[in-house]
């Protein structure tokens, strides 16, 4: 009970209480006269120590003049000493900071000052199937801070103001402990981490996993194992017994109720569901299929049948302009219908390649069965800047997208765009967010079409309106 009290308090102190621990924490202090006394000490120290912290802050200010003003923040150790000192200050055998121990006996507790609501730092992007419960509580575009999210049924997509982006799959229980750590309680989960924001945690039962920047999975069994699932990157995964392990791209760890762990080997499995909408997609029709994680090279991805979606990396920033060959809706079946354009540099986006690549490319250009078509389509939880289908864009792009460094072998890949039967086809919807294409080839030839959609961060003045 001792560390859920100190809990208590130190969220108290750090105003990230919610209402249930409010009332948890009022109900403490009533109990026991020493449980009240100790927590008018906590707070007056805490006090104490803050006005001594702002006093220094400030001199330093006026002894330094070159010194930028900032808003003054309490450190996080600070929290930790107060409730040190307050426990130490228990021990003594002094009259009270505020009043007496017989006065205090005799008067009520004092309660818990209303707590201001913590800053909001992430944001609800998409929900899908959840439980009515769930699906009254939890909205696209709500803005959350720390609390448990729990649902039965469905998926939910979230994105940290860091760029993390982590989506769930029902039945689930998800705390969120601050904008870098956060646990897993029950359920399933993905997680994407772009540059910047590593050393994102994931709490289990059974460990700690720290990103190294990253894309992985956790799976919590209902006999109290776990998997954690790497598909990019490393993360350091520490057990019950603070052993650390470093788990790379393509490599799995299965641990059990007790914490032991061992490789097992890796299969992405357990996250096809997710995949998709951890990847931004919000649906697909026709012959669109989502690519496995692993491998991503994508002359080893082949269908005669199938257009295959496959994110490409992280979101990133563009460093200067990115050409485009269709910028704006509506349908595309010739070059001169294509449109031309850029995306702007300082624009954050992610890109995706959508790729037909037939298994059969023996067959003889001139055999009758040999133009394959396919047509499906395609649609992205954000709105699309631009569309790339000619193969020379395609080249240029490669090394500013491709999680490969722009190794990409397969020649004549663009669209043909042109009114003869094998012609290509390709629509971008007027919401933006949707592609449809209609594509042949015919014999060792593949069309792929490269998407670049907006991926601003909540509440960025950049965000492209849908």
């Avoid at 208590?8 to 403490?28: F, V």
Wanted: with cysteine.
């Amino acid at each position: 009970m001792s560390r859920d009290v100190d809990n208590l308090l130190t969220g108290y102190l750090d105003e990230t209480l919610t209402a249930e621990q409010l009332t948890e924490l009022e109900a403490w202090i009533n109990a026991d006269a020493e449980n009240a006394q100790r927590f008018a000490e906590l707070v007056y120290l805490d006090q104490r120590l803050e006005a001594e912290i702002k006093l220094n802050e400030i001199s330093a200010t006026i002894a330094s003049e070159e010194r930028v003003s900032r808003s003054l923040a309490r450190p996080a150790s600070v929290v930790a000493i107060c409730i040190a000192l307050a426990a130490c200050l228990l021990t003594l055998v002094a009259a009270p900071y505020w009043y007496s121990t017989s006065e205090q006996a005799n008067s009520p507790a004092p309660s818990p000052v209303e707590v201001a609501a913590a800053p909001a730092f992430l944001t609800i992007t998409g929900v899908t199937d959840l439980d009515g419960k769930a699906a009254e509580e939890f909205q696209i575009g709500d803005r959350l801070a720390a609390e448990q999210i729990q649902f039965v049924a469905g998926m939910m997509q979230l994105e940290f103001d860091s760029g993390v982006e982590v989506t769930l799959e029902g039945p689930v229980r998800y705390q969120i402990d601050a904008i870098d750590t956060t646990q897993l309680l029950t359920g399933l989960m993905t997680a994407t981490v772009p540059k910047g924001a590593e050393g994102f945690v994931v709490n289990t039962p059974q460990s700690k996993i720290i990103d190294l920047g990253t894309a992985f999975g956790v799976a919590l069994n209902e006999d109290g194992s776990s998997l954690v699932t790497v598909f990019n990157g490393e993360v350091e995964v520490i057990d019950k017994r603070d052993e650390k392990r470093r788990l790379v791209e393509g490599e799995s760890l299965e641990l059990d109720a007790q914490g032991s762990a061992r490789n097992v080997a890796f299969s992405p499995k357990r996250f096809e569901r997710l995949w998709p909408a951890a990847s931004g997609i919000a649906k697909s029709t026709g012959a669109f299929r989502f690519a496995p994680p692993w491998p991503r090279r994508l002359g080893h991805v082949e269908s005669d049948a199938k257009i295959f979606v496959l994110p490409e990396g992280y979101p990133l920033t563009l460093d200067y302009p990115c050409p485009v060959n269709i910028d704006a809706p509506g349908r595309y079946r010739s070059d001169k219908s294509l449109t031309g354009g850029e995306v702007p540099a300082g624009k954050r986006v992610r890109s995706y390649v959508l790729q037909f690549n037939p298994a059969d490319k023996n067959t003889p250009v001139d055999a009758p069965d040999s133009d394959k078509r396919v047509r499906g389509s395609i649609t992205f939880t954000k709105p699309v800047l631009g569309v790339i289908v000619r193969e020379e864009e395609l080249k240029e792009s490669d090394f500013r997208f491709s999680i490969r460094g722009g190794r990409v072998p397969q020649f004549k890949r663009g669209l043909e765009l042109h009114k003869a039967p094998q012609g290509d086809g390709i629509r971008l919807s007027p919401d933006r967010r949707t592609v449809l294409l209609d594509l042949s080839v015919w014999g060792p030839l593949s069309d792929q079409v490269r998407v670049i959609v907006d991926a601003s961060l909540p509440g960025s003045a950049n965000t492209d309106a849908p």
